[in-house]
């Protein structure tokens, strides 16, 4: 019997044991590692997303379909009136309004009342007596204070000294009228007022003042300086010193800023003037009218003129 084969035989054995026993604590902390990963996963997979009762109350569910896009912009914005269908109203008189019936909006009517002015004007008139006194009239004076109804009142006392101071017998006939009674000159100059006012609405400005020089119009758009001229020679010519006026209006600064117009440009001069034969009752033709070459005035850059037919009385 070899005790010692015997004797390495358990030593081997003993050795083996001891390096299993030092391992066996490792491998418990591996299995337990895993089994850990394990129940996270499941408890992961097992945890689901659930609505609330008060979610679910204000839930609404609808079923899927096909339906066109819709797109919606949105925007902030002033409103304003049409300027080519709005008219500006001006009283004949002074005074304060009193009480407006229509607002802004509302559909008016011809002849209808939009508005009560009281006026020191009208009611200096409630004073004035019928019975007048014929010296009274030859011999009035006019009070400074009214100066503007000094032309009025020597008008009246024309047409009353042309009937003898008799106007209650006074019998209906046609008489000839001298035109040095009128200021045609002023008449025609109104007159156009309202057909550039008819083709332009508010585009036109009468009577606009810069540096004390004072137009007869200014119209915006297209830019131009209007003179109205009675004269009809301008028919075959033109006069230096109408072109040089109205050169001199177009050339002024403050001008070009009412017009915005840019200081490297000519601004348009036009003058109009009453001519029977040019079957111009209106201004609806402006555009054309402008281009022909007989509005040219040829001596001069961007001058033009334009001749309107007056209405007559038969």
Known sequence: M??????FKFYYQQR???????LAPLICLIFLVSACKNEKKTEEI???FVLSDKMLSSTKTDTASLQPLKNELNFYGKITADNNKMIEIYPLVVGNVTKVYVELGDYVTKGQLLASIRSTEVAGFKKVSEEVNLNDIRYTKTNPFYREYEEAIKLAKMILK???YNISNVEKQTINTHPFWIDMSKLFELYVLGLLKEQFKNQVIYHPTYNSKELDFLL????M???????PRYLYTSVLDDARQLSGYSRMQKVYDALNYSKDKIIDC???YPNQE???KDLSKFSELIKHSNSKIGEYVNFYKIGVELPVVK
């Open 2 to 7: 070899d005790f010692g084969k015997y004797q």
């Open 16 to 22: 083996n044991f001891l390096k299993t026993m030092r």
């Open 46 to 48: 097992k945890q689901t």
């Open 162 to 164: 042309r009937y003898g």
């Open 220 to 223: 915006l758009s297209p830019p």
């Open 225 to 231: 300086v209007i003179d109205a001229k009675y004269k």
């Open 270 to 272: 036009l003058i109009i």
């Open 278 to 280: 040019s079957n111009n």
